[in-house]
């Protein structure tokens, strides 16, 4: 109950800051980096006052600069930032590409008196990392900021995890982290398996894996991680390009949210580094194959991916029939609309294992007659207990279908092998409900927004590979 209220005070305290800077036009992304970068700066000063070291050199701690004040102030953090993001390590990765946002003294000052009246270091891995999480939902929720593309729905990654099921000895990656979300979920699924130390040391320094090609997007899944004790030394994540990235690196598990869409104008180009994978823009095509390709033997994947990867022909055909003749694709999530910050995206969950062709294909439709939103009915993971129950994690042979003659509307169906070589798509749908529209005006006009963005940039795309030509 303590931790309860503890909790709470600093989240509401956080919060009051971030309203006071939100009204000074600092949005929520740059005011959470910052406050990152002082936490860092505050809890290393801490753990230097237990007798336990500092991490940061000397000219550049916290006692160096929380009696500044105006300019000097500001001065001296950006010194700082600056001089830290040069750094080797753990400290290195959390200052990445460090740079001031709060140019306003009085404002920058106010952050650090209310990081400096908490004890954060000595505060429980649980706790801090809670806080922590909770401000990123946050941050992920501001439409103005962007930052709800780098944040994938807790609940559905706690039932990614729980049906995977990693192991306290295995190798967990995602190569596309976000904010470290499946990461910090598998260390939670996984340390609770065995009080061992040499597992548990591990688990923290060894087993995870991730990266991102956004720098602040690093900054935060580091310091994420790292506030629930998770490479303390050296962190797992880091910053660079997945598809491009060539090493032999292999992982036992990998569970990610790949971002959907069309590789950004002035990338190197996937299949000049990767010749090997089929040739295509798409972003979710090609982090499939990257997924395919670091998976090792026996291993296990979740990946959320758009209807696309499942329907279209062309590359994406070619990847799906790779997918199903070298991997096991036992498994379909069927997702609703409205419970990423993105408006309209349709999603499934994709489970497959490495080393055995596909075969049957089991589908939980979730989507049709669900709504969800954001705001006022967003997905929990109790939502999602029918399909984590069918989906029978490590005794998949007990498997019964819910969907039958006699039930037509059930959620879970197996699709044979024959049916499965019969259909040009993976787009199983079978359920008739009928799917009542309770969006607000609001979620009706952002929803025709996002359709109407989502056309415009097609046709900017198709003009751009038309060479300008005016369709």
């Known amino acids: 109950m303590a931790n309860q209220k503890n909790e709470a005070a600093l ?3 956080v919060k009051d800051i971030a309203n006071v800077m939100a009204s000074a036009g600092v949005g929520f992304t740059d005011y959470i980096t910052q406050l990152t970068y002082i936490l860092f700066l505050k809890m290393d000063a801490e753990k230097e006052e237990l007798g336990l070291g500092s991490s ?18 500001v001065e001296k953090y950006e010194e700082i930032l600056k001089d830290l993001s040069e750094e080797d390590g753990l400290i290195g990765t959390i200052f990445t590409k460090a740079t001031n946002k709060i140019s306003r003294p009085v404002m920058l000052k106010e952050v650090f008196k209310m990081v400096a009246g908490e004890n954060w270091y000595m505060m429980e891995g649980d706790l801090k990392g809670a806080i922590y999480e909770r401000i990123l939902e946050d941050n992920g929720q501001d439409k103005k900021s962007g930052a709800g593309q780098y944040f994938t729905p807790r609940a559905l990654i706690k039932a990614i995890v729980d049906v995977v099921d990693p192991k306290i000895n295995e190798t967990v990656a995602d190569p596309c982290c976000g904010t470290g979300g499946f990461l910090l979920a598998a260390y939670d699924h996984m340390r609770v398996q065995s009080k061992d130390m040499e597992k548990q040391e591990f688990l923290k320094n060894k087993a995870l894996f991730g990266a991102d090609i956004t720098p602040l997007v690093v900054t935060l899944a580091s310091m994420n991680l790292f506030l629930h004790d998770i490479g303390v030394g050296h962190s797992p994540v880091k910053l660079q390009d997945s598809l491009i990235e060539t090493n032999d690196d292999m992982y036992q598990v990998i569970m990610t949210n790949p971002p959907f869409g069309v590789r950004p104008q002035g990338s190197v180009g996937v299949s000049e580094n990767r010749p090997e994978f089929v040739k295509t823009n798409d972003n979710q095509v090609n982090f499939l194959q990257h997924i395919m390709s670091i998976v090792k033997t026996g291993g296990r994947v979740g990946v959320v991916l758009p209807d696309s990867v499942l329907t279209d022909q062309g590359a994406t055909a070619k990847v799906r029939e790779k997918l199903m003749k070298d991997y096991n694709l036992h498994t379909i999530l069927r997702l609703p609309t409205g419970i990423f910050y993105a408006n309209g995206v349709k999603t ?13 294909i089991w589908v939980y439709d979730y989507r049709t007659g669900i709504k969800h939103t954001m705001a006022t009915k967003p997905m929990t993971r109790a939502d999602l207990d029918d399909f984590v129950t069918c989906y029978c994690s490590g005794h998949q042979q007990d498997r019964k279908a819910t ?4 039930n037509p509307n059930g959620r879970w169906r197996c699709f044979t092998e024959e049916e499965v070589k019969k259909s040009d798509t993976l787009d199983f749908k079978w359920l008739d409900l009928e799917e009542k529209d309770e969006r607000t005006v609001q979620q009706v006009l952002d929803d025709m927004q996002a359709e109407s963005d989502g056309i415009a940039e097609a046709v900017s795309k198709l003009k751009e590979l038309l060479g300008g030509i005016d369709i």
């Open 11 to 13: 989240i509401k305290k």
């Open 56 to 73: 940061i050199p000397d000219g550049y701690k916290w006692k160096d600069i929380v009696g500044l004040n105006g300019d000097d102030l």
């Open 348 to 360: 499934n969950v994709l489970f497959f294992d490495k080393g055995e062709p596909t075969k049957d």
């Open 403 to 406: 969907y039958s003659v006699d």
